[in-house]
């Protein structure tokens, strides 16, 4: 898994909020309002303990606050716990815990002490991505528009690819791995898109990779709305003006709430 960087969190907290102004302009739901749409739970007071974990390649510069952010951002309590790893989880239980968040290099988690349930960034992540294009309305732009393109099948993109498919969508796929394409093209009723045989252009795109220029203009209609967490950012300064496009893409608070939804009670 590609690890954050501190200077990838550096504009975290700018980016959270105007991502969260974006995706209610694009889908009239407000981030939080969304999560709760699509899981059907709801924050009841819950206290969130933030664990630094040092295993690895340890601690990541404004990790921990980032999520710290995020969670008091969206009106929850939360700490980051004085101590790491095992003495952190302690701390975090003792001083009244409901939920833990915590990340290693392979995994990053939330998991709800009381209820049991647990969230896994990369599945929220994509799931989350995923919704917002499934409910971006565009009007005559082609908001209605049931063709969306996945590109990045990793553990981002499947969830993604399974939330589209749910959502009845017309998934056309790639990754640079045409192994894997073979692979989820014999799993899930997708189409392989390939640009120079069957070029096509879409409104909705959806990108989890964790290369640059992944969106070639040739993918781009006047106006496309790309959902994207990979990081770098998939699509160019140059294409985004030319073509209008509008860019979802934050590094770590989207996910984020979209695991805490995943782990909160039903409403
Ligand atoms: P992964 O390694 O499981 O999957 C990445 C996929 O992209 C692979 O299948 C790979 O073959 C494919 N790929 C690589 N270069 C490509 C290219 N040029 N064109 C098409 N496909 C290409 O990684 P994962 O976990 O799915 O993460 C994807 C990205 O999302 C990473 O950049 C990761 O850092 C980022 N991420 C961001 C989060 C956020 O909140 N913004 C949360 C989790 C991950
Ligand atoms: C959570 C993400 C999204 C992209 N890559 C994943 C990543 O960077 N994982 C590593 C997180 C490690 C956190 C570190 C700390 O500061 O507690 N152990
Ligand atoms: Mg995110």
Request: proline share 4%.
């Amino acid at each position: 898994m590609a690890l954050l960087t501190p200077e990838d969190l550096a504009n975290m907290t700018d980016a959270l909020v105007e991502n969260d102004r974006l995706i209610t302009e694009l889908t009239t739901y407000s981030l939080d309002g969304l999560c709760r749409k699509i899981y059907g739970t709801a924050p009841a007071k819950e206290k969130v303990a933030i664990i630094p974990i040092t295993a690895g390649g340890g601690i990541i510069g404004s990790f921990s606050e980032s999520l710290l952010f995020t969670v008091q951002h969206f009106g929850m309590d939360g700490f980051i716990t004085e101590n790491t790893d095992v003495a952190g989880w302690y701390e975090a239980v003792t001083k009244g815990a409901d939920i833990i968040l915590m990340a290693d290099d392979l995994a990053y988690i939330a998991h709800n002490l009381r209820n049991g349930k647990i969230a896994h960034n990369q599945i929220c992540t994509g799931r989350i991505y995923a919704e917002i294009l499934c409910h971006a309305k565009g009007g005559k732009d082609g908001g209605d528009d049931k063709d969306v393109l996945v590109l990045g099948l990793g553990k981002v993109g499947t969830p993604a690819l399974e939330t589209f498919l749910n959502e009845k969508f017309n998934v056309y796929v790639f990754d640079v791995d045409s192994n894997r394409v073979n692979e989820i093209a014999s799993q899930y009723p997708v189409f392989k898109y390939d640009s120079e045989k069957e070029p096509k252009s879409f409104f909705k795109i959806f990108e989890a990779t964790p290369c640059p220029d992944t969106i070639s203009e040739s993918v781009l209609k006047q106006n496309s709305i790309v959902s994207t967490p990979g990081i770098p950012l998939g699509i160019s300064d140059e294409l985004i003006e030319k073509y209008n496009v509008r860019v979802v893409q934050e590094p770590l608070g989207i996910g984020t709430l979209s695991m805490l939804y995943a782990v909160f009670d039903e409403k």
